[in-house]
Structure formats: C-alpha cells, structure tokens
C-alpha cells in the first residue's frame, strides 16, 4: 500500500486527507471545509458522505448548480473527464474513490463480459446504505494508517468497484457471469504455489484470480470457500509462516526476514506477531539461542 495516489487524485489537495492506491484503483478520507473545488476528473470516481452536508452545491458538467441536504450514506459518481463544481458550507467528511478508466474497463469485462460501459450518476442526495457500508470498511482500513493491509485493502475496493458498475452504470441490468463453489484442486494448487513464491511481494486480488480463471468477484467469494477464510487472512497466516520459519532456522536478520516475507518493516512483523501468534521474532530467536546453549 502507498500513500500516493499520483495522477488518479491529483485534483485533491493532499493536506485534506491521507491516499493510498492499490492495483484496483485509489482512495482516500478528506476532511476539510467549509470549501469548495472545481475540476476536470481525472479518473472515475466515487463519493460517500460519512457526515451530513446541508446546502451543499454541486455542478456536474453544467454551468446550473444544484442545491440540496447530502444526508450521510449520500453518493456521487463523477465519470472520468466530467468536470465537477461542489460547495460545502460545513465541516465535512467524506470517502473518495478514484478508479483508472482502463482497470475499471478489464473489470467489466471480466465480471459482466463487456467493457463498454457509461456510469449513471444517482440524482442529488441519494442514499446507498450498501455503498456506506463498504464505505466504513475502508475508513477503518485506512486508520490503520503504516500497518495497512494492502491485498485487503485492493479486495475492498474491488468489491466497492465492482457494486458501483453493478448499480450505477449502464452495465446493471446485464446479468453477471455466474460461478458457484470454490476453487478447482488445480486451480487452489496453482494460486497456493504463486502466493508461497511471491510471498514478499504485493499480491494484487487482479493476479490471484487470473490464476484461478475467475472474475475477482467470483474469486473472493470461491477462495473463501475452500480455504475457510478470506485471501488477505490467508496470505498473512502463510507471512507469518514462512516468517516463524525463517526466525527458527537461520540467522537472517530480522529486518530481512521481514522483508523476505512481505511484511513493511520489523516493527510491522513483530506487532502482526504478536497480534496473531502471540510472540515476537526477538523472543522465537531467543528462545532458539537459549535451547542450543542447553543442549
């Protein structure tokens, strides 16, 4: 997970909140105001309130601007290249996806067969509490601030990004391609050979499900089943695995294991550690040093 967002939020200032990108696209939580801004977007994107905005004002592609109560749970679409003007008259905070044209094209391809779409902006002051759900989930991901998981962060915003065509685009009345159980043995043996050797680096929901041959929808959904838990679950247990292991049997440094095993830095394997094992590198490998000074 970075914290730059480069060119799909550069319309927003940064000092209005954090951004992190993932493979599936960008996001961030801006609170600012009163204030307004005036843009060209530069990608999709989509806004959920996560506070109320009366009288906010909004243009979109139109010199006519809307005045209206943005309730929280209220989302804009803003496709890319529509030029926005919005207003707020209150201190307000919100979530902000920006997803790239060309991502979001090979996702519709993959869970709807068809890239060619149009996004349908909702009228003004629409509430969407599925939207403001996934909206909280990314909130609190992104409060973890350094120890951000990354591939649970990309699996978010590929659920948010596939809700969004599903219900606001001209692709939501077409059918999604269907897949029911999990993973084939080959298929669960081919995406468990690729995360063990590509343990310490990003691992992207995209790059895991092309492996299984399914849309990353589909994907989630049939890893879950046959693992018992999620793909970011999964691929932290098997970090701290391969981590324990490392630890245990040789003399690397712990900065490098924790390298190796794809994990921020020292402190972010040893607090993950200790979260999840209830130990620390430090303590397995003094415990290896004290076992060999008995024997």
């Known amino acids: 997970m970075t914290e730059s967002a ?4 550069s319309s927003v200032p940064d000092e209005w909140g954090p951004k992190f990108e993932t493979t599936s696209g960008a996001v961030t939580r801006t609170r600012t105001g009163p204030n307004s801004i005036n843009f060209n977007a ?8 996560l506070t109320p ?4 004002e909004v243009a979109l592609n139109s010199d006519a601007r809307s005045q209206f109560l943005a309730p929280v749970g209220t989302v804009e679409i803003v496709p890319c290249n529509a030029e926005l003007f919005a207003r707020w008259k209150v201190p307000k905070e919100n979530l902000l996806l920006a997803l790239a044209p060309e991502q979001l094209n090979q996702l519709a391809g993959l869970e709807f067969e068809r890239d060619d779409f149009e996004f349908r902006p909702p009228a003004t002051g629409h509430v969407d509490e599925k939207a403001l759900f996934l909206a ?9 601030g350094k120890s951000i998981n990354h591939l649970y962060m990309d ?11 599903r219900n606001y685009s001209t692709l939501q009345d077409r059918p999604a391609s269907r897949h029911r159980g999990g993973l084939s043995p080959k298929a669960w043996r081919d995406v468990q050979d690729y995360i063990r050797a590509n343990i310490g680096e ?8 092309l492996f299984a041959g399914l849309s990353p929808s589909h994907f989630l959904r049939a ?21 324990e292991h490392l630890v245990i049997t040789t003399d690397m440094p712990l900065v490098e294991i924790a390298s190796l095993t794809g994990f921020a830095n020292h402190s972010h394997l040893t607090a993950s550690m200790r979260r999840h094992k209830l130990t620390t590198p430090s303590a397995l490998r003094r415990n290896r ?4 000074a008995g024997a």
């Open 155 to 165: 699996s978010l915003l590929t659920v948010f990004s596939t809700y969004l065509l």
């Open 136 to 144: 909280h989930l990314v909130k609190d991901e992104i409060q973890r």
């Open 289 to 292: 040093i004290l076992r060999g």
């Open 202 to 209: 990003r691992l992207s929901v995209e790059r895991l499900a």
């Open 6 to 9: 480069g060119s799909l939020l």
């Open 53 to 56: 905005q009366p009288g906010r």
């Open 223 to 243: 890893f879950k089943q046959t693992a018992g838990q999620s793909p970011h679950q999964y691929i932290l247990t098997t970090r701290l695995e391969v981590a």
């Open 42 to 49: 530069p990608s999709h994107m989509a806004l959920v309130m």
